[in-house]
């Protein structure tokens, strides 16, 4: 009950395109869904995060889709650029308590030139 | 700024050494993490340090020994380490546990 489940594990975009990268969650006690985006040999970056309050949210081309009652959320990455190649990971916590990052698999997006 | 630095960038140590990982941040953050990453997997909780007090130990050998001097420092002190301790060693840190962790730029540590 504690996993997210990730999918796909790698991903292929032509620059323009639309990435779309997919969480789900069983536990109905996350409350915060961050997601992370990391380079080869560098550390995960804090990329956009929603709360379950709101069922979408969007910060510049990445935005976030939460579908509370599917326990699903989702990044999709509009106008894909090659700097936007990384591993990508989503993640789920509880904002009570300690706020331990349950991770998804990740997924490795590629956007072709 | 959101930056958290960590040192050294590599590091390459015998089983029989001992070295430390340091981590610093100054942004005020009262909570600090160590995680430990492998390739191609996502980073896996080590430790937790919530007001300079160690608050979660995630059952880790004891050849990892964490030390936080104080609010802006973490040190990671390692001793017989094994090859299949090779990863990316993370640092992380966020205002408080509740909040948005942060993380730095690892380190990558081989065993040999």
């Known amino acids: 009950q504690q996993q997210v489940k990730q999918s796909p594990q790698s991903l292929i975009v032509q620059k323009g395109g639309i990435s779309i990268i997919n969480c789900a969650y069983e536990?109905?006690?996350?409350?915060?869904f961050p997601w992370y985006q990391q380079f080869p040999g560098k550390g995960p970056a804090l990329l956009i995060a929603i709360r379950p309050d709101v069922s979408e949210k969007k910060e510049g081309r990445f935005t976030i889709s939460f579908n509370k009652s599917a326990k699903q959320f989702s990044l999709h990455i509009m106008d894909s650029q090659p700097g936007d190649s990384a591993t990508y990971f989503c993640a789920a916590s509880m904002s009570t308590g300690f706020q331990k990052l349950v991770f998804g698999t990740g997924t490795r997006l590629l956007v072709s030139p | 700024d959101t930056e958290v630095t960590q040192t050294p960038k590599h590091l390459v140590m015998g089983m029989t050494n001992k070295k430390s990982l340091k981590c610093e941040q100054h942004?005020?953050?009262?909570?600090m993490y160590w995680y430990k990453q492998k390739a191609k997997k996502p980073p896996e909780l080590m430790f937790v340090y919530s007001y300079e007090k160690l608050s979660i130990n995630e059952s880790v050998p004891s050849r990892f020994s964490p030390e936080c001097p104080n609010s802006s420092l973490l040190n990671l002190h390692l001793h017989a380490l094994q090859p299949e301790d090779s990863a990316l060693y993370l640092c992380?840190?966020?205002?408080?546990?509740?909040?948005?962790?942060?993380f730095g730029p690892g380190t990558r540590l081989t065993v040999t």
């Open positions: 536990n109905t006690a996350f409350d915060y």
């Open positions: 992380a840190s966020s205002y408080e546990t509740r909040y948005e962790q942060y």
């Open positions: 942004m005020g953050h009262r909570a």
